[in-house]
């Protein structure tokens, strides 16, 4: 695995809302690599927000991390694609995958359980050979810091 599944955590807010970032310690591996150029982007939208927190529900929370493992554990195997970066701000988790081929890609969503039914996501995918979109949210992150 060009990744290991050591995280990153970092936290603030944004348009006066609290934004919480995580992402893969060793990201610059897979993206230095040049293996996975398209970029693939997940945001489920909750249907329930803590009006004090901007977050999801602790109930959704608790079904969105539930899918946030399936997203690794049936896209990652293999290596077609990375869980590079999880993003939840203002009632959405966005996740931020690379992969190599798309295909794969579907097939590996095709395998998550939904035997409690669908999730509430949409997906778009997009080619990124340089990470454009995974270090715009990282540089932001150091500005910060």
């Known amino acids: 695995m060009l990744a290991n599944n050591r995280w990153v955590r970092a936290g603030g807010s944004l348009n006066d809302k609290p934004i919480s970032i995580q992402y893969r310690e060793d990201w610059e591996l897979a993206r ?71 295909e794969l890609l579907k097939e590996g969503l095709d395998r998550i359980p939904t035997a409690e039914g669908l999730y509430p996501i949409e997906v778009v995918a997009d080619e990124d050979p340089q990470w454009q979109t995974f270090t715009q949210v990282y540089q932001a992150i150091l500005q910060e810091v």
């Open 32 to 102: 230095e690599s040049e293996s996975y150029p398209l970029c693939v982007q997940i945001a489920w939208n909750a249907g329930s927000v803590d009006d004090s927190t901007g977050f999801p529900s602790l109930g959704e929370q608790g079904k969105i991390l539930t899918f946030g493992e399936h997203l690794q554990n049936k896209l990652e195997p293999g290596e077609n694609a990375l869980v590079a970066m999880v993003i939840t701000h203002a009632g959405v988790c966005q996740w931020i995958i690379y992969c190599k081929d798309m």
